[in-house]
């Protein structure tokens, strides 16, 4: 039965105010959120992490910082540890924080803990290199954790004389398992596992044992498509496994360690860990799927009684958080799809409170507290957002020209008038296997508010392959690059336009990853849709993509379902490189050029056949030091302002030629 459930904001973290305001790129950049978040064994004490990026022109270049925090109860937050640092992996232990850091005077991450009443954070544990992941026993005797062996001296004498060669994807280095017995005399870790890849670990609730999730090869591609959990005794030896296939995600054990919960896949060729599985090891590893009929993806479970699993899920462009019984299988609401968007959810055995880490179009990831039928906000990293005017955003439902029923996210121009035209910037997800949700969607790929107040309407499409709508959904891509896929993005494009919302003549389109490819393509099979195009980390040739990626083994699996030697001139046509003497749309392309996942190639390629064709504006910019997307602040703003300026120019101005390729940012510094 469904029920009510009111949202109750904690008047101590919130402010009101009737002053609206403009946000800027640079304020885009550098919101802060809460990136994780722990429940003490009261139910009531939590602990927090919070983002705080570093200043554009006022820090060094580096990663951002994040500060620790406990909130007991609604009652304001209390700082634990701020400034410049940078820790995660926050747990409790009894009356005991611990959580990884790289601290002044230590070589690499180690474990650290603090009592929970406060205080000066002491060394726990280190290693001989950085310790990736941790685990500790209930009785807090034993320490579990995940480290590479101790680096070679002997390789770095070697390279220091110039012998430097690196033999591609067979000189592995393992993350090993290691436990340590705080009780032992003169006590080291002990390694546990050698030729597998470990990937996480966990306690078995009242047994000796160890849940590990191992892959045979320290690839990527083995990550993602080989992996399976396994039993481990305390020293090493395996007691039992757990049958899957395909991609796996979290599990959990009940708290009295009969059933392990586990998000994975439907089958080998799912393209996301989704779907509910429970595990009964009274009956020798019995695997159930909980939630055979859900029309979502599961995004995470923790078990709050010994038969009581809750369980995360997004469905469309919401998300709930629901309870499901073990005995009969019977789920009850706890909180219904509503303006906020969980992300991940904590909570204590024995304790009813859900703690929740959602965020909404208001706002940015923050930590939530669901007690009975009251959703409480607890934090507000961003206070100053409430000065900032808000543009109207909501889920649009349409129909793709075959008929099938899709989804997206319309934001509005800030100045929004019925009957007026605008320009809209589209904004592709990738994956595909991933979705939009009707929440906080300003990235530096996407500064929504920004882009709103100068006059644009933007649009997040779901189009089909995304997640959030049931594996059947999320299959329907596959073997069909390029395809009705992105048809769906011209019909979404259509939709909005037959709306009175949008100016035919000039929609931009923009992504990253697999939303790069779209954007390629937009430019140059599809260029009499867009009038400017933005792509990031994007591919633009499918045959040589496959033999320069880290994940050939799941693009086979869950995207392509054939090989390019099976057909290589639909790979070729399915590829914007074949179709780059069409292009008359101005493209701009950007890539990491430390990408592994795909290679700064695809964009140089692009660009090359683009410049030598000479019918279209187009300019590559490559950002170093960063991969598979920008992480660093510097190199965020800058893509976003490059990104702005390419639409305006474009869209808006009506240019015919590339703007100036330089920033302002020398006359910025402070």
């Known amino acids: 039965m469904l029920r009510s459930i009111s949202l109750v904001l904690v008047a101590a973290v919130m402010s009101v105010s009737t002053y609206a305001r403009d946000i800027t790129l640079e304020e885009t950049v550098t919101v802060q959120s809460v990136n994780s978040a722990a429940l003490a064994a009261d139910g009531q004490l939590a602990a927090f992490t919070r983002v705080v990026p570093r200043q554009p022109y006022v820090d060094d270049d580096g990663s951002s910082y994040i500060e620790l925090f406990t909130v007991r109860g609604n009652s304001a937050s209390v700082p634990f540890i701020t400034g410049k640092e940078s820790l995660g992996a926050v747990s409790f232990n009894g009356q005991t924080i611990y959580f990884l850091a790289k601290r002044e005077g230590v070589k690499h991450t180690s474990l650290y803990k603090m009592a929970t009443t406060g205080g000066e954070a002491q060394l726990a544990l280190s290693h001989d290199a950085a310790i990736s992941s941790y685990a500790i026993s209930a009785d807090g005797r034993y320490i579990a954790f995940r480290a590479r062996s101790k680096a070679d001296d002997t390789k770095s004498k070697l390279a220091k004389k110039g012998f430097k060669a690196e033999v591609y994807e067979e000189e592995h280095q393992f993350t090993h398992l290691w436990l340590y017995d705080t009780q032992?005399?003169?006590?080291?870790?002990?390694?546990?596992?050698?030729?597998?890849?470990?990937?996480?670990?966990?306690?078995?609730?009242?047994?000796?044992?160890?849940?590990?999730?191992?892959?045979?090869?320290?690839?990527?591609?083995?990550?993602?498509?080989?992996?399976?959990?396994?039993?481990?005794?305390?020293?090493?030896?395996?007691?039992s496994s757990f049958e899957s296939v395909g991609k796996l995600g979290k599990a959990e054990f009940s708290p009295d360690g009969r059933y392990l919960a586990v998000i994975g896949a439907a089958d080998y060729n799912d393209p996301s860990d989704g779907r509910l599985y429970v595990y009964d090891t009274s009956k020798e590893n019995e695997r159930r799927e909980v939630l055979p009929d859900y029309q979502g993806h599961v995004q995470d479970i923790a078990w709050r009684r010994n038969d009581e699993l809750i369980w995360l899920g997004h469905r469309g462009t919401q998300s709930e958080v629901q309870a499901l019984t073990m005995q009969w299988l019977e789920t009850r609401i706890i909180m219904e799809p509503s303006e906020l968007i969980a992300v991940d959810i904590e909570v204590t055995p024995g304790h009813d409170d859900v703690l929740v880490r959602a965020h909404s179009a208001a706002h940015p990831t923050e930590l939530f507290r669901i007690s009975g039928q009251r959703i409480e906000r607890l934090t507000n990293s961003n206070p100053w957002l409430a000065d900032v005017t808000m543009p109207r955003q909501e889920t649009v439902r349409y129909k793709a020209r075959d008929g099938l029923d899709l989804e997206g996210i319309v934001v509005y121009p800030t100045d929004y008038k019925e009957g007026q035209r605008y320009p809209l910037i589209m904004v592709v997800h990738g994956g595909p296997e991933a979705h939009y949700s009707n929440g906080w969607l300003d990235r530096y790929g996407s500064p929504v508010k920004y882009a709103a107040q100068q006059g644009y309407a933007l649009f997040f499409p779901n189009y089909r392959g995304s997640t959030g709508r049931g594996v059947e959904f999320s299959k329907l891509g596959q073997n069909d690059y390029a395809g009705k896929e992105f048809d769906d993005l011209v019909d979404g494009k259509n939709h909005l336009v037959e709306m009175g919302l949008v100016d035919a003549k000039k929609v931009g389109i923009t992504g990253g990853s697999y939303g790069g490819f779209a954007s390629a393509w937009g430019a140059t099979a599809l260029t009499e849709h867009f009038a400017a195009s933005v792509m990031f980390v994007g591919i633009s040739d499918n045959i040589s993509k496959f033999g320069t990626t880290d994940i050939a083994k799941e693009m086979h699996a869950v995207h392509a379902r054939s090989y390019p030697w099976e057909k290589w001139q639909w790979y070729l046509e399915r590829s914007p490189i074949y179709h780059a003497e069409k292009a008359r749309t101005p493209i701009l392309i950007m890539h990491g050029k430390e990408d592994t996942r795909v290679h700064p190639s695809q964009s140089m390629e692009l660009y090359r056949y683009l410049k030598t064709h000479g019918n279209v504006p187009v300019r590559l910019v490559l950002y170093p030091g960063e991969g598979h997307g920008n992480r660093r602040v510097a190199a965020q703003l800058d893509y976003a302002m490059r990104l702005m300026r390419w639409m305006q120019h474009f869209l808006v101005e009506g240019n015919k030629e590339a703007p100036a390729h330089e920033l302002p940012h020398a006359e910025k510094l402070k």
């Open 184 to 239: 032992a005399e003169n006590a080291k870790p002990v390694q546990l596992t050698d030729s597998q890849q470990v990937l996480s670990v966990a306690f078995r609730p009242e047994h000796e044992q160890l849940l590990v999730r191992v892959a045979p090869t320290a690839l990527v591609d083995d990550n993602y498509m080989s992996s399976q959990y396994q039993l481990l005794d305390l020293n090493g030896k395996q007691v």
